[in-house]
Structures are given as C-alpha cells and as structure tokens.
C-alpha cells in the first residue's frame, strides 16, 4: 500500500472506493461537480483510478489504493480485447506475474455469467498455449464447454484458427454422453450443431452476439 497517503486521503479514498460515477461521487463526499471533477483528475494523475465508458456514455470511475500499486485483473484482460465491456464492484486484482488468455478464460467460464461467457468469446482467437487451457480445463472440469465455445467462435469471428487434434481427441465426448449446461438451464436455438458434436448446451443465440459483428483486429 502507498505510504505517502494522509490520514485524510485515506479516509476519502474509504469513502468512495469501488465503482462510481460523477454523481456518485458528489452524493458521497457532499461537494459540487466542480470539486468532484478536481478531485478525479487528481486522483488519476497519482494512480488511484481507472475509467471506463458505460452506458449512455456515462463514465465509470474505479477507484482502489490497489490501483496504485499496479497489477491486473481477469475484467481489465476481458475489457482490453472484447468488445463487451465487463464493469464489477469486486474486481480482483493479481500482482507479481503475467496473467494469460487461458487462465482469463477459465475464470470467465466459472463464474457461469452470461455476459462474463459472452465477453470472454473474444480471448478465444488468442489462445497460444493449448496445453495449459486444456490443463485449467480438465482441473476445472470445463473441457467440453471450452470446446464448444471455441467452435462457437470460428463461426462468429473472422480468422480464426482451427482447434488442435489433440483438444478434440481428448476432449470429444461420446454420442451416449449426457448433455452438460454450460449455464443451468439455458440452451440456444441457433447452435444445434455445435451443441449436438460437445454434448452441451449453449446458453446463447445469434442475437445475443451482435457485438461481435464487426472482424476484430485489435
């Protein structure tokens, strides 16, 4: 933790840390847009806040003393390469290591949220390392759902790269297997195919993608 803050500092920062917005931030510290606005622009400048674009173009200030210090978070990995921006209030942030795609993935797919799953469809063209994804997913018991959601990719963006043999052979389930939900419940009307050859349900349609309507180049 930074150890140039005051006891003042500190106290604000308690006051407004976690996900605001410039409204947010005068209702909680009792001050004008004029103020909030200097204090933001402080705040930056010393590390204490990143900011991102919601809805409306309404900007979303996240702010943390962890901000400071560095380190990265599976949302800041997501945000960077998706064109479905993720905002959470319980952002954990990882210090000391590179944090790569696969392990990104695996996150989005645990956490069994649709947007998070959603989101997370643009890191799939950017896997290096197949065998640590198919380690995290075996350990985590999401071989299936990381194979279909790949597959699902290929159809919906540009360029991307065929899966390994060795992905499929360990990891195509038998045509007696049960089906798996990737979210309880939730399956897609428009997947069937690719539903049918992973034994699992997709639990999205078409026009839950069209985000991804656009070729990716980033």
């Known amino acids: 933790m930074p150890t140039h803050l005051s006891m003042k500092t500190q106290e604000m ?11 947010s931030i005068k209702s909680a510290l009792k001050i004008n847009k004029r103020k909030a606005i200097y204090l933001i622009h402080s705040l930056r400048k010393k590390g204490y806040i990143t900011t991102k674009q919601g809805p409306n ?41 590179e944090v790569s795609i696969e392990e990104t993935i695996i ?4 956490t069994r949220k649709l947007r998070y799953i959603i989101a997370s469809l643009a890191l799939f063209r950017r896997i290096k390392d197949w065998n640590e994804i198919y380690r995290l997913a075996k350990k985590n018991n999401l071989i299936r759902e990381v194979g279909a959601l790949y597959d699902l990719v290929q ?16 990891s195509l389930p038998k045509k007696a297997s049960e089906f798996l939900y990737i979210i309880p419940h939730l399956k897609s ?15 999205f349609n ?13």
């Not at 920062?13 to 409204?23: A, D, H, M, R, V």
């Not at 309404?58 to 400071?68: G, L, M, P």
């Not at 993720?86 to 000391?96: A, F, R």
């Open 13 to 23: 920062l308690n006051k407004i840390s976690g996900i605001q917005t410039i409204e």
């Open 107 to 110: 996150f989005a797919l645990k």
């Open 57 to 97: 173009h309404i900007r979303i200030y996240n702010i943390s003393i962890e901000n400071a210090l560095g380190g990265v978070s599976y949302i800041d990995i997501i945000n960077k390469y998706s064109p479905v921006k993720l905002s959470s209030s319980e952002v954990y942030k990882i210090y000391g290591r």
């Open 155 to 170: 159809v919906i963006i540009p360029r991307v790269k065929k899966m390994p043999k060795f992905y499929l052979h360990y």
């Open 206 to 218: 078409k026009n839950d993608l069209e985000e991804y309507n656009y070729d990716i180049n980033k």
């Open 189 to 203: 009307r428009d997947y069937s195919l690719i539903e049918n050859k992973w034994r699992i349900h997709i639990p």
